[in-house]
């Protein structure tokens, strides 16, 4: 195995690693300085996290560029602040004996004045995500004419969050004949678009398989209908007293309404997500750190930045809309040598997901079920029992003694263990002794849509369809409608299907899924001044439930234009008519699923226990 000094470091450079403590290079460091050191070329590199890609490029960086000028060399771009921040951090440590070295941390959320600043001073390497870049050229606060070597860390997670246009606004501003690095976890399509457009005859290395998962990760599923998700999530925590995770949701608002009712719950939780002020996320994150916080419930792109050593487990709540992402939030655990588990809540319409996930990983899911309630209580007891088994006497209650001893003079040890244990166990018990099981079998009726299965259009069976009062008189075509409700619903990019555009309404659907929050959405949303109807259609068009019994009922013609009757005619519509007169009982508005407790199989806050600090 080579050392780092094999790989043609210089002396600054080798002793700034010895303080570091790294004795020999991670594999993609291996492959990539030698390459970064002896040729000018472009580079992409893919590995994944926490295998040692900052110092892979920089190193070689730091080298390479010429300290003694001040003229900035080197541009690293990275998907979030806490990234840049990281990278930053870590370029210093490298850089440390390199005198006159200066590094320029360039990110949004904090004063530009001050960023262009420090830059002015001379900055031979500008670590920067992408957007607050592209602001510091068109405001001329910062000159990359001269950039020689730049990198494009995290590609894929940049492409993810949009930035497609703002690199290539940024690398316009740069010389033709610098260097590109990229580097990156995965390569989805959009990866090798830009290696394409921005690299010339690029070397490659590859660490592990492409988009392969760490090895000491273990992957397991859980099939559960949708409406028990919440549920499931907290018997998992409930099996794991132990556990130190993050808990993935798709959107911001999922993400804190699952941090918000953990917490009623009682549960030592937080959230992490892109409308948290800096400082909201800071402390957060500072908790986490501390393990005061056991669940961190986030984004997939507030987490981006993570990079704490210890997690035991991530809980896919949802699945993330590209499942590439997928190989990210399971590389969030099993860090450090450490092993860790990546669970997954799935519903049944999400379950060939899975499938598509264990070929880009290249390793193969566990399926498993949700714990009894009984299983629970059994764990719980157990740790409680290891707990006290292993603490330490603390002698301050000595003086007690003669006190207690009298309480207890006519029990047995027998009686005593009983009763002790008791005290918490009788709390899990009574909170799960009637729970249900949560588990479905694959390929089992669908208790959900009633139905088993469909054939209805392409794959997308359990799904709802909707009717909303806005048509092409109101300026939709269906790719306009679809592209609204993606973007005000945030949601992915097939989550809407079926959108049929009439002159003062259309359909559309979702699968069931995403039916409560959608429902939940339009109780008083207002586009253009006027209210936004959507309601649950018994139109046959998309193969929702037809029975109208968890229909939306809140329905109010003065709200909004759109009469619904036009040419649509035929069963569908008298259907959506016979509904429409108010059979249904109307839902509670504002909820989505999380919040419904009338619905949710373990109910209301669980036993309380003592917020632990794994510290
Ligand atoms: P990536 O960018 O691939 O996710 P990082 O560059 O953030 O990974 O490195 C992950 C962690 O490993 C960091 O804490 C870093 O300091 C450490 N690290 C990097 N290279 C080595 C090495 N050769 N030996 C020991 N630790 C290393
Ligand atoms: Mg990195």
């Not at 004795?23 to 970064?36: H, M, R």
């Not at 490029?57 to 730091?62: D, I």
């Not at 501390?290 to 990079?307: C, Y």
């Not at 299983?375 to 007891?381: D, H």
Request: aromatic share 8%.
């Amino acid at each position: 195995m080579s050392t780092f000094q094999d790989l043609g470091l210089n002396d600054d450079l080798l002793q700034a690693i010895t303080d570091l403590g790294f004795t020999k290079p991670s594999e993609v460091q291996a492959k990539a300085i030698p390459i970064l050191l002896e040729s000018e070329t472009d580079l992409v590199a893919l590995a994944q996290t926490g295998t040692g890609k900052t110092a892979a490029f920089g190193f070689p960086m730091l080298q390479k560029i010429d300290i003694d000028s001040r003229t900035t060399q080197g541009l690293i771009l990275s998907p979030t602040r806490e990234l840049c921040l990281q990278i930053t951090n870590e370029m210093k440590l490298y850089g440390k004996y390199c005198k006159g070295l200066n590094v320029v941390a360039v990110y949004g959320g904090s004063s530009i004045t001050d960023q262009a600043r420090e830059i002015k001073r001379g900055a031979q390497i500008i670590v920067a995500t992408p957007g607050r870049m592209k602001d510091m050229i068109s405001r001329r606060l910062v000159d990359i004419s001269k950039i020689q070597y730049s990198v494009l860390d995290e590609a894929d997670e940049m492409l993810n969050m949009g930035f497609k246009e703002d690199i290539t606004d940024i690398l316009s501003h740069t010389p033709e004949d610098k260097n590109t690095w990229l580097f990156s976890a995965t390569m989805p399509r959009e990866v090798a678009t830009i290696a394409k457009k921005f690299m010339k005859n690029p070397q490659e290395i590859t660490v592990g398989n492409k988009n392969e998962s760490t090895s000491n990760v273990s992957h397991e599923y859980y099939l559960v209908n949708s409406r028990d998700r919440y549920s499931a999530l907290k018997r998992l925590a409930d099996a794991n007293p132990d556990i130190f995770s993050v808990i993935f949701c798709r959107t911001k608002r999922d993400t804190q309404k699952v941090a918000e009712q953990l917490i009623e719950d009682g549960y030592s939780a937080g959230a992490l997500h892109g409308d948290l002020s800096q400082n909201q996320r800071d402390l957060v994150m500072k908790s986490f750190r501390n393990q005061q916080i056991q669940m961190l419930v986030a984004t997939d792109v507030a987490a981006r930045g993570i990079d704490v050593d210890d997690i035991t487990h991530v809980i896919n709540y949802q699945l993330p809309d590209e499942i590439e992402t997928y190989t990210h939030r399971s590389g969030r655990t099993g860090r450090a040598g450490k092993t860790g588990v990546s669970m997954v809540i799935v519903s049944k319409s999400e379950v060939r997901k899975i499938k598509s996930i264990e070929r880009i990983i290249n390793k193969a899911f566990e399926k498993k079920e949700i714990p009894d309630g009984m299983e629970i209580c059994e764990v719980q007891l157990m740790s409680l029992a290891n707990k006290i088994h292993n603490t330490e006497i603390n002698h301050e209650i000595d003086k007690y003694l003669t006190s207690i001893n009298e309480l207890f003079a006519d029990s047995t040890k027998d009686e005593l263990i009983k009763k002790f244990f008791s005290v918490e166990f009788t709390r899990f018990y009574n909170y799960y002794q009637k729970s249900k099981n949560l588990n479905i079998a694959e390929g089992s009726f669908d208790r959900e849509s009633g139905r088993d299965g469909g054939r209805d259009f392409g794959g997308k069976s359990d799904s709802t369809r909707y009717f909303i009062n806005v048509g092409s008189k109101d300026g939709f075509d269906w790719m306009k409608l679809k592209d609204f409700l993606k973007e005000i619903l945030e949601l992915g990019r097939d989550d809407v299907f079926k959108v049929e555009v009439k002159e003062s309404f259309s359909f559309f659907n979702t699968e069931n899924e995403l039916k409560e929050k959608v429902l939940a959405f339009f109780t008083d949303f207002k586009h253009e001044g006027r209210f936004v109807n959507v309601e649950e259609s018994q139109n046959r068009g998309g193969g929702g439930r037809r029975d109208g019994k968890r229909s939306g009922g809140r329905r109010d013609d003065k709200r909004g234009g759109g009469r619904r009757d036009d040419k649509n005619g035929g069963s569908g519509n008298r259907s959506e008519r016979r509904r429409s007169e108010g059979s249904s009982k109307p839902r509670r508005s504002g909820s989505d699923s999380n919040s419904d407790k009338s619905r949710r199989s373990d109910s209301g806050s669980r036993p309380s226990v003592a917020r632990r600090s794994r510290r």
